[in-house]
């Protein structure tokens, strides 16, 4: 600001040039106030969450690099910033400079190298005064040693004019004399130091907080503080305080209450310094080097001042460099280097975009190499949870196998969306012939978010399931939701071919058991499909469009379903046997639905049939409700039920009964609570076994009582192993 006001006023108006460069500098002071405390205001210090720790370490690290070059800066009295040429290495290397340099180097060391054996928080302090009181022991006690000559030669500070009030800096400011036009075209250098200052602080306050062991920082309390500080600091005619880049001393000697000066915090802190007393103190004492005027500096060792510089950089270095080796992953420590590096040699702001970008690849990295294929099931594994026939069951332990599962999880990016379509890929190529599959199922319960390149990547996915004739079923996400938008958008679902969208996985799996069952009866004819079709299935009368192909031209999914369907018809034909057609039920059902799980004849389910009642329920009526105690067991002779489950470990869900099969039977023999609410789906007309009937059948006819027990086990066996899968 000062080089824009100077080209614009000219540098024969002093007066004009210095008012005019003070009042931006106050100006800017409170500009960055009111943005910090603004920041702090709206809670916007959540968002330092998102700064990895390893790029706070590399701020600390490149701080730490910066201060050894300003050490070396300061030691050597260089004119200008540590340049890295040969010009600067033959200035240091000069025999009356390397001396100023190397010997605060080895007094830094020589304090790291005590404070491992003294763990006392004076011994900074203590350190640094030995050095000034044997410094001037040496001065009084050779004679050709004097102050003037030791300042000419850069062991010294040079003496400020003698003279000068404190207040002399207000005596400057003169509105009179000020240039509006130049001050104005300081204003985007105004808002880029306000920039530079919301770069730095959020990074330096976590960062401070990571080096003392201060996990309760709130960066919003923090911002405001900073906010307050400045623009008072502002209004006061002073300037904002950073890394000041070229006088050590100052950095050292001013920790101004406008701004978190990083270094002398930490030192700070770690003297002990970490109440609110001690902060009162530092002010106090700052205060009075103010009012008493700069002397002092004029007495000040330069070996002190390089000392200190020295020790906070290698310290800092260490923490970022030497304590993370072999604690943080190999590209984050890269990132770390890069960050000191280019923070010390090149630029402070630089370094934390570089970084940033890098902790962003190396995210990239890392969480490609986590799948987003949390499980992989078949359907003979993993079933719906409709309470089916036997035979449909043994059926589809088979036939099952022609549907896969894959459930993915967590976000899915550009990244993970790759090792989900190599699967894919893999699954057609290396495995159809052996085990070709009719539905793949992509199950996106568990997925919180999908970018573009991953969405888009499903309409790929889809063109390739079908060229091999397969069909793509999405499961587990709401159309209304982040992930089924994105998927709207690309038109997954709105294409003339849409893929087939279900809510939940379990009725995914239903729509492909109800689609394979089909086969089961086609094996049989028309007849056996129309005439004896259960009420749950649906069947549709005419040609299944999923199968119409594979009926006509042959295909390795066609042939299985056939052998698996006349190997089920060969162990237990669906249809009554011809011997039971005249049987009145409830004989008929207790045959058809015991025939798989019991082996006792005609006549022994006979001796059951005076015990049972037939009851009708219209569509609706709730048949039990949860947590009552159960008073019946039921046998459906026709419509379909619905049992609705709470359980801790699943969560809500329902389960379809249909016809030919049992319900309630096991709360009803053990004497338990129900652990369902049942409502009748559809009109239903069901056997029921009640509480009287289940005494007197026990007490005439135990061994089917027995019988009925082992049963009841059986079939619920088979129907946890299905709600568990």
Not at 100 to 129: E, G, H, M, N
Not at 246 to 266: D, E, I, P, Q
Request: proline share 4%; with cysteine.
């Amino acid at each position: 600001m000062a080089f824009i006001i100077l080209s614009k006023v000219g540098d024969d108006e002093p007066d004009a040039v210095l008012a005019t460069t003070i009042l931006s500098f106050s100006i800017s002071a409170i500009m960055t106030g009111f943005v910090f405390f603004m920041m702090g205001f709206c809670k916007l210090g959540a968002l330092i969450g998102f700064f990895p720790r390893h790029i706070l370490i590399g701020c600390i690290g490149g701080v730490g690099y910066f201060l050894i070059a300003t050490g070396v800066e300061v030691s050597a009295r260089l004119d200008g910033n540590l340049e890295y040429n040969m010009a600067t290495l033959r200035k240091l290397l000069q025999a009356d400079t390397i001396a100023l340099w190397t010997l605060p180097l080895l007094l830094a060391i020589s304090l790291i190298l005590v404070k491992r054996q003294v763990k006392y928080s004076f011994v900074d302090a203590a350190y640094f005064l030995s050095i000034i009181g044997i410094f001037y022991f040496f001065v009084g006690a050779i004679d050709k040693l004097e102050l003037p000559d030791l300042r000419s030669k850069g062991w010294v500070f040079k003496a400020p004019d003698a003279g000068v009030p404190f207040y002399h800096f207000y005596t400057l400011y003169n509105f009179e004399a000020v240039d509006w036009a130049a001050l104005a075209d300081t204003i985007p250098t105004m808002l880029a130091l306000t920039f530079f200052g919301i770069i730095h602080v959020p990074i330096n306050v976590p960062a401070l907080g990571f080096s003392v062991g201060e996990d309760n920082v709130d960066v919003d309390r923090e911002l405001k503080a900073h906010g307050l500080s400045n623009a008072l600091s502002g209004f006061s005619g002073s300037v904002q305080v950073r890394f000041l880049q070229k006088y050590g001393v100052l950095r050292v000697l001013m920790a101004l209450l406008n701004y978190l000066v990083y270094t002398n915090s930490v030192l700070f802190v770690r003297s002990g310094g970490n109440s609110r007393v001690a902060g009162v103190m530092l002010a106090a004492a700052t205060f009075g080097v103010l009012v008493s005027g700069p002397m002092i500096i004029g007495y000040i060792p330069i070996m002190v001042v390089g000392a200190l510089i020295f020790f906070l950089g290698i310290d800092l270095v260490r923490e970022a460099l030497v304590e993370p080796w072999g604690k943080v992953h190999r590209l984050e420590y890269l990132t770390i280097l890069i960050i000191v590096v280019t923070m010390g040699a090149w630029d402070f702001v630089i370094g934390i975009f570089l970084g940033i970008l890098l902790a962003c690849v190396s995210f990239v990295l890392q969480t490609s190499r986590v799948s987003a294929i949390r499980n992989s099931l078949s359907g003979s594994i993993a079933a719906s949870t409709v309470r089916r026939h036997p035979v449909q069951n043994r059926f589809l332990q088979e036939a099952g196998k022609q549907i896969y599962v894959l459930k993915l999880a967590n976000y899915l990016f550009f990244g993970t969306i790759v090792g989900v379509e190599k699967q894919i890929r893999a699954l057609l190529r290396e495995k159809f012939e052996r085990e070709p599959i009719r539905f793949l199922i992509l199950d996106l319960q568990n997925v919180v978010g999908i970018d573009f390149s991953a969405a888009e990547a499903f309409t790929r996915i889809k063109r390739i399931l079908d060229v091999r004739g397969v069909t793509l079923i999405i499961s587990g996400i709401p159309l209304t939701g982040e992930v089924g938008t994105a998927l709207w958008n690309i038109g997954l679902f709105k294409a003339e071919d849409p893929v087939q969208f279900f809510e939940t996985l379990n009725s995914a799996l239903e729509h492909c058991e109800n689609d394979l069952l089909l086969s089961l009866y086609q094996q049989r004819g028309p007849a056996a499909v129309f005439n004896y079709s259960p009420t749950f299935l649906n069947v549709p009368k005419h040609e299944h469009p999923s199968l119409s192909n594979e009926i006509i031209y042959s295909s390795p999914r066609r042939k299985e379903l056939q052998q698996v369907a006349t190997t089920a018809f060969r162990e237990q034909d669906p249809v009554p046997h011809t011997r039971w057609q005249g049987y009145k039920q409830p004989l008929q059902l207790l045959l058809q639905t015991f025939s798989t799980v019991s082996d006792k004849p005609e006549d022994f389910w006979y001796r059951a049939v005076p015990f049972f009642e037939r009851m009708k329920f219209a569509s609706g009526t709730i048949l039990y409700k949860r947590e009552e105690m159960a008073d019946g067991f039921f046998l459906l002779e026709s419509g379909m039920l619905r049992a609705e489950y709470m359980l801790p470990q699943l969560g809500k869900f329902s389960e379809l009964i249909v016809a030919g099969t049992t319900c309630g039977e096991l709360p009803f023999f053990s004497g338990t609570k129900r652990t369902s609410t049942t409502s009748a789906e559809r009109d239903c007309v069901a056997w029921m076994l009640n509480q009287s009937g289940w005494e007197e059948l026990q007490r005439s006819q135990p061994d089917v009582a027995q019988e009925l027990l082992k049963i009841s086990l059986k079939l619920t066996s088979e129907r946890m192993d299905s709600i568990t899968k």
